[in-house]
C-alpha cells in the first residue's frame, strides 16, 4: 500500500511538530517515514495511518528527530567549512595573491611602526564595522528570502546567519589588544606571526560577509537539486 498525497502532507506537519524547521531534512525524515509505513503496512495491513506513523517514528528512540538533526548540521557545517577554505585557497593564487600580498604588507608595516598598537586596535575596529554591518544586511536579506519562499534550508541558513557569529567573538576579544605591551611590536617575529594572522582573518571575514553569500544561490542548487524547483 502506496502512502496518499495528504499522508505525505501529514508526515511534513509532523516533523514540523518535532521541531524539524528546515525542508531538506523533513524530506530525508518523511521519505524515511514513508518508507517505514509501507513496510508496517506489509504484515499489519489493517494498522490506521496515524497508528503505523506512531510506530515509524518510534525507530527514531527517545530523543525523536533531535540525534538526526544534530547529525545533518554537523554535516552541513563541515560542509560550509568546506566552501571557506576552497574559497580561502584562491587567494593564495594568481592573481588574488596580489592583493593578499598587498594586504599583508600594509598590516606588516603598520605593525613594524612607532604606532603599532593603535593601528592594530584600529584595524581591528574596523573589522568590527565591517562585521556588525554586514551582519545587519545579511539577515535583513535571509528574511526577504524566507518571505518569497515558505521553506528553510539548512545551508541557506548557515550561509546567512552563521557568519553573524563571527562578529560576537571579535567582540569579545578586541579589548584583549589594549592589554598588549608596546615593546611586544619590537620583536620581529611577533609582529610576523599578527601580520599573518590578521591578513588570513581579513580574508576569512571578507570571504563569510561578501563571497559565499554572494554565492549563496550556485552553492544551494549544488547541494539541493530541489531548491531552484
Known sequence: ????????????????????????????????????IESVWQTQTNLSFEDA????????????????LERRQKNMNKRYIKYLWAELKQWFTFPKLITTIAVFLIIYMSLSSVLAKSLLIGFYALICVFVIYKSVLLKRQFKQRKAMSNKKWMLEEIIFKQAGGSAIILLSQLPQFYNFSDNIFSNPYIV???????????LWMYISFEIIPNKA???????????CL
Open 1 to 36: 500500500m502506496k502512502l496518499t498525497q495528504p499522508q505525505i502532507q501529514n508526515l511534513y506537519a509532523f516533523t514540523r511538530q518535532h521541531y524539524v524547521e528546515h525542508y531538506d531534512l523533513q524530506t530525508e525524515l518523511v521519505d524515511h517515514l514513508a518508507n517505514d
Open 53 to 68: 506513523r506512531d510506530q515509524a517514528f518510534k525507530k527514531f528512540g527517545v530523543f525523536g528527530f533531535m540525534d538526526v
Open 192 to 202: 610576523l606571526g599578527l601580520s599573518i594572522f590578521s591578513t588570513l582573518f581579513f
Open 217 to 227: 544561490e550556485k552553492l544551494l542548487n549544488e547541494t539541493y537539486p530541489e531548491f
